[in-house]
């Protein structure tokens, strides 16, 4: 995931699948524009689609210099041949350091490439564990598996071969795929093409320079399908007692270590013609499994008659279910857990205060028309680069409930930066808005006003209580109409809804900015081009998403819509909901009054933008 993880809002609000509900629909592997305010393109391409994350090749690094003592591989919608290879290549590599043997380089390209072979986006990333990578922590030509380098194609349709190939192999260029059907070679038909031969690969669907890769290597895949169903898939076998005699209901009794199931199936019935043999019916009993159980050893009790041999199998089935469903129970501890009231506030009754609205604003004429409209609730923030704020004029009006509103990122490298630009404004504000824990922890006790950000994610009544330090909470942009009002009458805590402004949906270290146009890698500084240009992302349907970054360059893409709630204000508001946000990010002057002046009508704009108001994420 090309965010930081919980702050991405990207998915629920374009395609109502939340990210934070393990539902993403993943618009980062979309194609994107970097442009400037000039409209001028930096680059065009997947931008925010990372490569998969790889540690396998400092593995041996990370175990001997850290404290790291488990490690988590993810995969759980991947298929078993990405799992086994995954899982067997990291055990492997493991082993050989837990038994001090030297991992040679060699050893962990094998094991690379046998990682490459099922599934990278052209390669893999080591993320940010050696610092910043740059475009090569990207997969900027192509989202998806682009599996092993085979060569370039020639000018009279062949290629010579990089690494070996095989009939019914999957291969493909950036822009096309197929089965490979047939492979040449002196012009005569091959099974296999070898590294280093120059051959002709069929379907003939390729064109001069494009660069061919197999992405599907059908020997290998063999091997590792037949490598988890001998290593990987244990059988549980149980023993059974059969009781088939005419006129009476079968009955089958399954026995495993100290768990018993009894079953009833179908009567059995006389013999017209051929009965039911002995063999046939043990045959059928130890046919198939459930999950990882099935029939061992049969004992029968035997008179000859007939049913139908479907009803056998019913039972069988029935039986092997039950069976397994009695065990796999047995480990389900009866575990009820209730929250630790000591980490909960209490409960307490709140007085209905009369509605009121707090402004976050980004430049000086946006403050200046907020202001002039009578609003003195202000939200600001010293951490953005391109700040266009004149932050003495600001604190120098007398009348000012003045908020900071600080990163939701902060390393412990970046705290002191953080609160050396905070200095200026500590003894000048009412309170401080955060989604940040640390900064929490920092004021907690202290006499500011605490509002809990967007970016905390409040989904419900036992988050509101666990922050004890918080004063306001504003909820999180993805709740529903429904999922608002039920949090408003659970809640006892002063709630605030964001009702307007263009959405933060995401919160990255990676930066488009300074990756394309700064050129920063792990060798090389940032220019630091947001200090002075605008840019943004733009998609294939030409929406612009703004980009801002902060003094610890963290960066922040915007939605090009703003949500726009004012003309539900009055139907949310009730004796919880009583404070409500906008935000306003780059709209100009002419934006900034247009909406107070329907904030103070209490009606949208046309065709305005709900979020998730009315549609409630997955």
Do not use: W
């Not at 509605?355 to 980004?362: A, G, L």
């Not at 490298?413 to 401080?432: L, T, V, Y």
Request: with cysteine.
């Amino acid at each position: 995931c090309v965010s930081y993880s919980g702050q991405c809002t990207m998915s629920g609000l374009i395609s109502d699948r939340s990210g934070n509900r393990g539902r993403c629909a993943q618009p980062c592997r979309m194609e994107y524009s970097l442009i400037d305010d000039n409209s001028k393109f930096h680059k065009t391409g997947f931008l925010m689609s990372t490569k998969d994350l790889m540690t396998i090749n400092i593995l041996p690094k990370l175990l001997k210099e850290t404290k790291i003592k488990s490690l988590k591989i993810e995969g759980r919608m991947k298929r078993g041949e990405y799992v086994v290879n995954t899982v067997r290549s990291y055990k492997e590599v493991i082993r050989e350091i837990e038994k001090n043997k030297e991992v040679t380089d060699l050893y962990i390209k094998k094991k690379e490439d046998d990682l490459l072979k099922v599934f990278n986006r052209e390669g893999f990333t080591n993320g940010y564990m050696l610092g910043y990578e740059g475009e090569k922590f990207l997969s900027v030509n192509n989202p998806k598996n682009q599996g092993t380098y085979l060569g370039e194609m020639l000018n009279d349709g062949y290629i010579i071969l990089k690494n070996d190939v095989s009939l019914g192999d999957g291969i493909s260029s950036l822009y096309d795929g197929c089965i490979l059907t047939k492979i040449l070679y002196n012009n005569e038909k091959v099974s296999v093409g070898k590294s280093g031969m120059k051959v002709k690969l069929f379907p003939t669907r390729f064109s001069k320079g494009d660069k061919i890769f197999k992405t599907n290597d059908q020997k290998f895949e063999r091997e590792l399908r037949e490598s988890f169903k001998k290593e990987y898939v244990n059988k549980n076998y149980v023993n059974a007692n059969f009781v088939f005699e005419v006129n009476k209901p079968m009955t089958l009794e399954l026995k495993y270590k100290g768990y018993r199931m009894k079953v009833f199936g179908g009567v059995v019935d006389e013999a017209i013609n051929t009965p039911l043999d002995r063999d046939r019916i043990i045959t059928q009993l130890k046919k198939g499994s459930i999950g990882s159980f099935s029939i061992g050893e049969v004992s029968l009790n035997y008179q000859e008659g007939y049913i139908n041999i479907s009803k056998i199998n019913e039972l069988r089935r029935e039986s092997l279910t039950k069976l397994r469903d009695k065990v796999v129970n047995s480990y389900h501890n009866n575990f009820e857990f209730s929250f630790d009231e000591n980490f909960l506030a209490d409960k307490k009754d709140i007085q209905n205060d009369d509605e009121s609205y707090i402004i976050y604003v980004s430049t000086q004429e946006q403050f200046n028309v907020v202001y002039e409209n009578g609003y003195r609730n202000i939200i600001i923030s010293p951490f953005i680069y391109r700040r266009k704020l004149d932050f003495e004029s600001i604190l120098s009006k007398g009348d000012l409930n003045l908020y900071v509103k600080f990163p939701t990122i902060i390393k412990d490298s970046e705290m002191e930066k953080i609160f050396r630009a905070f200095e200026k404004f500590k003894d000048s504000i009412k309170g401080i808005l955060t989604s940040n824990a640390g900064i929490l922890r920092h004021f907690r006790g202290s006499d500011y006003e605490i509002i809990g950000d967007v970016k905390l994610n409040v989904f419900n009544e036992v988050s509101t209580r666990f922050y004890k330090e918080i004063d306001i909470f504003t909820i999180s942009v993805e709740l529903s109409r429904k999922e608002i009002f039920d949090l408003s009458t659970i809640s006892d805590k002063k709630l605030c809804m964001f009702v307007y402004g263009k959405t933060d949906i995401m919160v990255s270290e990676y930066c488009p900015i300074g990756t394309f146009v700064g050129k920063r890698s792990l060798n090389n500084k940032c220019s630091r081009p947001c200090t002075r240009d605008n840019f943004y992302l733009k998609d294939r349907v030409n929406n612009k998403l703004l980009l801002t970054t902060e003094i610890n360059c963290k960066i922040h893409t915007y939605k090009e819509k703003p949500i726009d709630l004012i003309s539900q204000i009055n139907e949310i508001k009730n004796k919880n909901i009583n404070v409500f946000r906008l935000d306003f990010i780059d709209e100009s002057c002419e934006d900034v009054q247009k909406i107070l002046n329907n904030l103070f009508e209490k009606r949208s704009a046309k065709n305005a933008f709900s979020g998730n108001y009315y549609k409630p994420v997955e």
